[in-house]
């Protein structure tokens, strides 16, 4: 069993609206909590990235937050943009010495004009 | 930012034979670089981790005889698929560890397509 799962599986949305994605976890201890953005056929890009003392953390149009209480983290999307099409992974990053990341499977986006 | 290449971006070869993949970073060193491969809409899935002048420790279930790790330099790790065969027809993506202030970051690569005929 995955121990990052995430939903949708897939969303289409319109351009210009919101959404939210859900990320439910449970390894534990774990050093940080990651949103990557992966387009088709290319490697992740990290969009935010946050300890477990955090609660929420933005890049531009993108919001993450973290309850480390009850396991969960959502990425919000605003204003939707057609570049805004992409497969979003939530990642957990163990307290290991290496740094070894556990991924979620994805929630494909596809905004849609 | 730091910056991760791999080449080639993508290679179609016939059963049996092997295939080399470099992964790089281009503005930074890094003693340590990951090797995933993702296969199509699922998550990516860790190999195996590579440490610059020492073997390459892989995950359970991964044939380190088949998919040969070589870190030899700061900036150059290698994954080296062997008599490779169509099941391993896959996206393989490096990474490559950055310690920052008060955790590890992992820059990754634009990945490889292998595709085995």
């Known amino acids: 069993k995955n121990q990052v799962e995430q939903s949708p599986q897939s969303l289409i949305i319109l351009e210009g609206k919101n959404c939210t994605l859900q990320?439910?976890?449970?390894?534990?201890?774990?050093?940080?909590l990651r949103w990557y953005k992966q387009d088709t056929g290319r490697g992740p890009v990290s969009l935010t990235i946050m300890t477990f003392s955090e609660n929420t953390k933005s890049n531009g149009r993108y919001t993450a937050t973290l309850d480390a209480d009850t396991k969960q983290s959502s990425l919000h999307i605003t204003a939707s943009q057609l570049s805004d099409s992409a497969s979003y992974i939530c990642?957990?990053?163990?307290?290991?010495?290496?740094?070894?990341?556990?991924f979620g499977a994805g929630t494909q986006v596809v905004v849609t004009p | 930012g730091a910056v991760v290449s791999q080449h080639p971006s993508w290679v179609i070869c016939k059963s049996g034979t092997s295939v080399k993949i470099e992964c790089r970073s281009l503005?930074?060193?890094?003693?340590?670089m990951f090797w995933y491969r993702q296969f199509p809409k699922q998550s990516l899935m860790l190999m195996a981790t590579?440490?610059?002048?020492?073997?390459?420790?892989?995950e359970q279930g991964v044939e380190k005889d088949k998919f040969l790790i070589n870190h030899a330099s700061l900036t150059l790790s290698t994954l080296t698929v062997t008599s490779a065969h169509p099941e391993d027809s896959s996206f393989y993506i490096c990474?490559?560890?950055?310690?920052?202030?008060?955790?590890?970051?992992?820059?990754f690569g634009p990945g490889t397509r292998l595709t085995v005929l």
């Open positions: 590579s440490n610059e002048g020492s073997k390459a420790t892989y």
């Open positions: 990642v957990v990053s163990l307290t290991d010495s290496w740094g070894k990341l556990q």
């Open positions: 990320c439910n976890y449970t390894v534990s201890p774990f050093s940080n």
């Open positions: 503005d930074f060193q890094a003693t340590t």
């Open positions: 990474s490559a560890r950055v310690t920052l202030s008060s955790y590890n970051e992992q820059f």
